[in-house]
């Protein structure tokens, strides 16, 4: 049997930065999130499509959707204070075997660069979409000196989707909440259970739209 897959589209910041929530910023006339959801509408391995968001975006992400004939978005859930809370609150809107974790302000990635990592999780049980390092990074003090280098091709820089199957997310969940931890990643909450996580090769291209600058370079990406 194919197993089932429900994405979880975390779009509950504020982004105060942007002047807007970064969700629904303008690119090239139509909102930031619209491309997200279309992609994942798009992917033949989604199944279903839970949006976490502020409670006053509801209707407005209803809307983006129903204009953009996003057929699979089933439900809206509130955010929670954290990140981690807030994919907490999606995942439990999940009913499928799996869950597709992606940030709401990567609007460039592909329904291909998601069926490839969905299929990686279910051979693994956790896997996420990842690109090599191109710079040498450096470790350094409290002071900002220096203390080594680490070796560049061991070193990845993580993007979304990351897909995991439910039951293995829920019991890292479990097992970070009982020891109060929270994440920026979901993949550490995997990693903290000794649940081996696979990489698959991602696209440069797959940007989180995070600063102004961010934008006009998405927009040229969209073209």
């Not at 807007?20 to 690119?27: E, S, T, V």
């Not at 204009?67 to 509130?78: E, M, N, P, Q, R």
Request: proline residues 5%; neutral net charge.
């Amino acid at each position: 049997m194919t197993p089932s897959v429900t994405a979880v589209i975390v779009a509950a910041g504020s982004s105060t930065r942007m002047g807007i929530p970064k969700q629904f910023l303008p690119l090239n006339g139509r909102p930031l999130i619209a491309y997200t959801l279309a992609a994942f509408e798009q992917c033949a391995a989604i199944d279903a499509i839970v949006v976490v968001a502020r409670k006053e975006d509801h209707d407005r992400v209803w809307e983006i959707a129903r204009i953009g004939d996003i057929t699979k978005l089933s439900t809206i859930v509130v955010g929670g204070r954290t990140r981690g809370e807030s994919v907490r609150n999606g995942v439990d809107k999940c009913k499928t075997d799996y869950v597709a974790i992606h940030d709401g302000a990567r609007p460039l990635v592909t329904p291909t660069l998601i069926e490839r990592v969905v299929r990686a999780a279910v051979q693994h049980g956790a896997a996420t979409a990842a690109v090599h390092t191109k710079d040498t990074v450096k470790i350094a003090d409290q002071n900002g000196m220096v203390l080594s280098t680490p070796d560049r091709t061991t070193l990845w820089n993580v993007q979304t989707p990351q897909v995991f199957s439910k039951d293995l997310y829920e019991r890292a969940w479990q097992y970070a909440s009982t020891r109060g931890r929270d994440v920026t990643d979901d993949c550490q909450l995997i990693e903290a259970i000794g649940q081996p996580v696979k990489l698959v090769e991602g696209c440069y291209t797959n940007i989180k739209v995070t600063t102004p600058e961010d934008v006009p370079f998405a927009e040229e990406l969209l073209k």
